[in-house]
């Protein structure tokens, strides 16, 4: 019996050794389970819903597969690290040395501790688990402890293979007014590569956040859904590769193009985070798990919500005075708003900023535009009882400027070359990479919120590419660190920043949207999610960009007709019910608007603080895709306690007689009884919903009909035709 005892004991000893082997990385509702063997490659094992019992495990039938391969031991497969030594051997194999996982106040930090057995180059691989949002964190920390520089060629910031079938990709594409436009496809054989290489925006052409459809081309509400975000403010490299194997492999991180790295004796090289997420609840499911663990953990207040506001760009342009900024506060205060935006054309002295070819680096005043300089500003705004911000773009120059005639030398450009020129023919980057530009640019904001701490909003914009590459601060040997060098210089000053001013709101602009991405957001509040402003081509936009992004951060503006990018006319009405699916702004000259237009937008204003808090705070349920090309594209947001819902339906075309569908809601409480009220109302009578009861199953399954278009007088008559419906549980 004993014997037998001793043996059984002997075996369990046996299993507990291999399970102690395989770790298992919960988030909240998610595992990544991983072999971390000593003295062996670290595996993947699994990714996917939180595993019930650890004996739900069938190990992939692939073959090993690196969690975070190096190249040159096994040089056909995918490799997540390279590595020149400094011996110049090019060969790199990792392998585990003890693992360990620390709590944290919200999860757990696993890591994996990787070394090359024949040299002195380790891994932490790390794994950040939230406790209460499904979101997995991971990461490298490439310490060289060799006697010489070590060459990094290739350092992904994380892999994960993901079992083949019938996988589609969805992720974001576009260009300059055309931002955040969704693309899907299937996986198939070879490689896929989504990349940046702009330098110092990475939104415009491409996003560093996907996602993988598990069941066949992805759907709203249903199926199982992988997501993952680079958080990084500079280059990157997505790539899917698909092989022989029964696996697609995902690797991401920082673009290692013309960015090789040379890793110091002793220095540590950290990568951006990839965060990844599975819902299967479909790709609004990974939205939302996105949008949770943003808010509670990424995006600067992300429990705050948003001001409304009027920016000054699309009303005056640069044509800046004291008496056009009064008026225009004057005017957001009349409608109900609560912040006033001075955009670009303010300041400059010896080179006044008029148009875009000057002055960029000289923040001062503009004495002529403005005589009573900020302080008139904001005791006007005081005045108006609204907030007051400012336009800067603090990483820019123009060779004609006071700051360059300064500091030729600050500036991005190749040695023996002239500079490369942007915008207005004389825009020219900062070299961030030097700590004194750092210093620069942080005493920019610092300048600015010091002298002035009533000013409660930045916005800070970046319009141009690194064009040229070439740091007059590197040394010769380390050019290549320019990319790398920037993003970091860029972060450490907003992290001054917001260690010296934590309360700011600043938003990220680039060209528009340029910067929107999940490196930037800790620092920032939300971005612009496009200069295009008009409200059909934001239909399309901001359904993209709230794939990755919640309503909180997508600044969405009310502008003039004809738009000024794609010169559609569109009512106001469709304008307002577009712009209230996002971050309420208004980007117009309100002197220009009608005695029945402020009032329709104070009506939207005063109805929007009524919903504000389930649109920013809440839950997204995409319901009809404009890409679908169905007529109607359609959404709606659920508070938490699933009480108060708003619902959106934007008419994308319009045809006499089409048939439209019924679009059923979804996210509500289906015992719940929900109370119809239509918001920005402007037809006759009601709609036949007004005041009517239903029930969330009834909702969800049926979903309510709207009239294809509005009951207004016949010269109130448009093309256009939009619903915000406010529904709240009795
Ligand atoms: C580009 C931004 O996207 C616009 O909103 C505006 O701020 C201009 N720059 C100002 O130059």
Redesign the pocket.
């Known amino acids: 019996m004993n014997k037998y005892f001793n043996i059984l004991l002997l075996f369990l000893a046996m299993s507990v050794q291999a399970v102690a082997e395989r770790l298992t990385i919960q988030s909240k509702g998610i595992s990544l389970v991983i072999d971390a063997e000593k003295g062996h490659e670290p595996t993947f094992v699994y990714f996917g819903p939180k595993l019930v019992s650890a004996s739900d495990i069938q190990p992939p039938r692939s073959g090993r597969m690196g969690l975070y391969p190096a190249y040159g031991l096994n040089t056909p497969t995918d490799a997540a690290l390279s590595v020149r030594h400094a011996d110049g051997n090019m060969s790199t194999t990792l392998h585990v040395t003890g693992y360990d996982t620390r709590s944290e106040s919200n999860g757990t930090i696993t890591t994996v501790w990787l070394k090359d057995p024949v040299y002195n180059l380790s891994v932490a691989l790390r794994y950040r688990a939230y406790r209460d949002v499904d979101m997995i964190e991971t990461w490298a920390e490439v310490t060289n402890g060799e006697r010489g520089t070590v060459t990094l060629t290739q350092f992904a910031s994380g892999m994960l293979p993901i079992r083949r079938g019938d996988v589609w990709l969805s992720h974001l594409y576009g260009s300059w007014a055309n931002e955040g436009i969704v693309a899907e496809e299937p996986l198939l054989a070879g490689q896929k590569v989504i990349a940046n290489k702009d330098g110092v925006r990475n939104s415009h052409t491409a996003h560093a956040e996907v996602m993988f459809s598990l069941d066949g081309k992805g759907r709203e509400n249903e199926g199982n859904v992988i997501g993952a975000a680079l958080c990084y403010s500079g280059n990157y490299k997505l790539r899917v590769t698909t092989d022989d194997t029964e696996y697609h492999y995902f690797c991401a991180g920082i673009n290692e193009e013309n960015s090789a790295y040379h890793l110091k004796r002793g220095e540590t090289f950290t990568t951006p985070p990839l965060a990844l997420t599975f819902s299967s609840e479909g790709l609004s499911g990974v939205s939302r798990n996105f949008h949770k663990w943003g808010r509670m953990y990424k995006l600067a207040h992300g429990d705050r919500p948003r001001d409304i506001l009027l920016?000054s760009?699309?009303g005056v342009?640069?044509d800046i005075n004291e008496a056009g900024m009064a008026d225009m506060m004057r005017e957001i205060a009349g409608m109900g708003g609560e912040l006033f935006v001075m955009?670009?054309?303010w300041f400059g002295d010896k080179y006044p900023r008029d148009n875009?070819h000057t002055s960029l680096g000289d923040w001062v005043v503009n004495k002529r535009k403005l005589p009573h300089g900020i302080d008139g500003l904001l005791h006007e705004a005081k005045k108006n009882g609204v907030k007051f911000g400012i336009?800067i773009?603090p990483e820019m120059a123009n060779t004609l400027s006071e700051l360059y005639e300064r500091h030729p030398d600050w500036v991005i450009k190749a040695s023996r070359r002239p500079e490369v020129l942007g915008?207005g023919g004389t825009q020219v980057v900062l070299d961030l990479s030097n700590p004194k530009v750092q210093d620069y640019v942080f005493y920019v904001v610092d300048n600015l919120l010091s002298r002035y701490p009533d000013i409660a909003y930045i916005?800070w914009?970046a319009?141009m590419s690194i064009m040229n590459h070439g740091s007059q601060y590197l040394s010769v040997d380390n050019q290549s660190h320019l990319y790398i060098a920037y993003h970091r210089g860029f972060e450490s000053v907003c992290q001054r920043i917001r260690a010296k001013f934590p309360d700011v709101v600043i938003q990220a602009?680039?060209?528009?949207g340029?910067r929107a991405n999940w490196g930037v957001l800790p620092y920032f509040d939300e971005f612009?999610v496009?200069?295009n402003t008009d409200a059909l081509q934001r239909v399309y936009m901001q359904w993209g960009t709230s794939y990755f992004f919640p309503a909180m951060v997508m600044a969405s503006h009310i502008s003039a007709v004809p738009n000024h990018t794609v010169f559609r006319t569109t009512s106001l009405k469709f304008r307002i019910d577009v712009a209230m699916s996002g971050r309420l702004g208004m980007?117009i000259q309100p002197k220009n608007m009608t005695a029945w237009e402020k009032n329709l937008c104070k009506k939207a204003i005063a109805e929007y603080k009524e919903i504000r808090p389930v649109v920013q705070l809440g839950d997204i349920y995409r319901l009809l895709s404009p890409y679908d090309k169905r007529g109607v594209a359609s959404l709606m947001y659920v508070d938490e306690a699933k009480d108060k819902a708003v619902f959106y339906w934007w008419k994308t075309e319009n045809f006499q007689n089409e048939h439209l569908p019924r679009v059923r809601m979804a996210g509500l409480n289906p015992n719940k009884l929900y109370t119809v009220r239509e918001l920005n109302r402007i037809d006759n009578n009601p709609l036949d919903c007004e005041g009517k009861s239903y029930s969330g199953a009834y909702l969800m399954s049926q979903g309510l009909d709207m009239p294809y278009t509005h009951d207004v007088d016949y010269n109130k008559k448009s093309d256009w035709s939009s619903r915000v419906l406010y529904l709240i549980a009795r």
């Open positions: 920016n760009w699309e342009y640069f955009d670009d054309g875009d336009w773009e915008r916005k914009d319009n602009c680039a060209s528009g340029g612009w496009s200069d980007e």
